[in-house]
């Protein structure tokens, strides 16, 4: 069965340093791997997703995310952090035609 | 934007009264898909349309059902609404191709207290 796994419910980090937030799914086949992004009182925005190829994966808001096979991972990262990202963050997976599963999501806090 | 729209936005009723919540997309995409959103579980399916008059069971399905009689329209009917039921419901599509790969897109979503 498909499954996500978001172990950091809660991160924060400073404004202008580096992010990196974690997402290990359980896939039998090859996974589609996406990141969303829910600002509070709003819908779920895609930042990011993997089909295939490439390994690293550009998004929107300078957002990237890496694909590991060998980790089952597919974190989402972002060398430097502006205030309005703070933020809840959804890594999902799944195949075509086909619901996703989602991760139960990391909430992001950005201090000055 | 992949045009989907979600009616009402915010919703309070009463335990045991029947609601329905409505969304509606304007790129005439096949799948469509209910989820609900509550603190500590992420997204959970609620019920998904492959095409009109074609649906099928999410994860949490009970106490809802779902229509869909033209390809812009999928309803979610709770039929007797209880507190559990409180949450916040987005619906998505998928731009889904036959053999391709497919993303899916979420609407505004609908707040739903039932008190």
């Known amino acids: 069965a498909q499954s996500v796994t978001q172990p950091d419910i809660h991160i924060t980090v400073s404004e202008g340093a580096s992010l990196e937030l974690r997402c290990n799914y359980s896939?039998?086949?090859?996974?589609?791997l996406f990141w969303y992004v829910q600002s509070p009182g709003q819908g779920l925005q895609l930042l990011l997703k993997?089909?295939?190829?490439?390994?690293l994966v550009q998004g929107i808001k300078g957002f990237e995310a890496e694909f590991k096979r060998s980790q089952s991972s597919f974190n989402l990262r972002k060398p430097s952090v502006h205030w309005s990202d703070a933020a809840e963050y959804f890594c999902a997976v799944g195949s075509s035609g086909y619901a996703l599963n989602f991760g139960k999501g990391t909430s992001l806090l950005v201090t000055p | 934007d992949a045009g989907i729209t979600q009616s009402p936005r915010h919703k309070v009723t009463e335990t045991g009264t029947p609601v329905t919540l409505r969304c509606h997309q304007t790129e005439n995409h096949r799948y469509m898909y209910w989820y609900r959103q509550d603190p500590g579980h992420g997204l959970r399916l609620i019920h998904y349309s492959y095409g009109v008059k074609d649906t099928d069971k999410g994860e949490v399905s009970d106490g809802y059902s779902v229509s869909r009689s033209k390809t812009e329209d999928f309803l979610l009917t709770l039929e007797s609404a209880t507190s559990s039921q409180t949450s916040v419901y987005f619906c998505a599509i998928s731009d889904y191709r036959q053999g391709g790969a497919d993303t899916q897109y979420f609407g505004p979503g609908t707040r739903l207290t039932v008190l």
């Open positions: 993997y089909f295939s190829g490439d390994t």
């Open positions: 896939y039998g086949a090859t996974p589609y």
